[in-house]
């Protein structure tokens, strides 16, 4: 956690938000977007790493 990361409090002291530097928010989303697109896929057939491999050489992006 960053040091740049405030907290600010109600008058009892209680923590009621969070303010962080915004390259520390951007990271968040980015974390919580590649969660959710998890999430989708949970249930989608799972390709194994040599068919991977194939289809890639197969369209160019990797050497044959």
Same mark, same amino acid.
């Given at each position: 956690?960053?040091?740049?990361?405030?907290?600010?409090?109600?008058?009892r002291g209680?923590?009621?938000?969070?303010?962080?530097?915004?390259?520390?928010?951007?990271? =968040?989303?980015?974390?919580?977007q590649d =969660?959710?697109?998890?999430?989708?896929?949970?249930?989608?057939?799972?390709?194994? =790493?040599?068919?991977?491999?194939?289809r890639l050489?197969?369209?160019?992006?990797?050497?044959?």
């Amino acid at each position: 956690m960053s040091a740049a990361i405030q907290f600010l409090t109600d008058s009892r002291g209680e923590k009621v938000a969070v303010v962080l530097p915004l390259q520390e928010y951007d990271a =968040l989303m980015e974390d919580l977007q590649d =969660l959710a697109v998890i999430a989708e896929r949970r249930h989608e057939p799972r390709v194994s =790493l040599e068919e991977v491999k194939q289809r890639l050489k197969a369209d160019g992006l990797l050497p044959a």
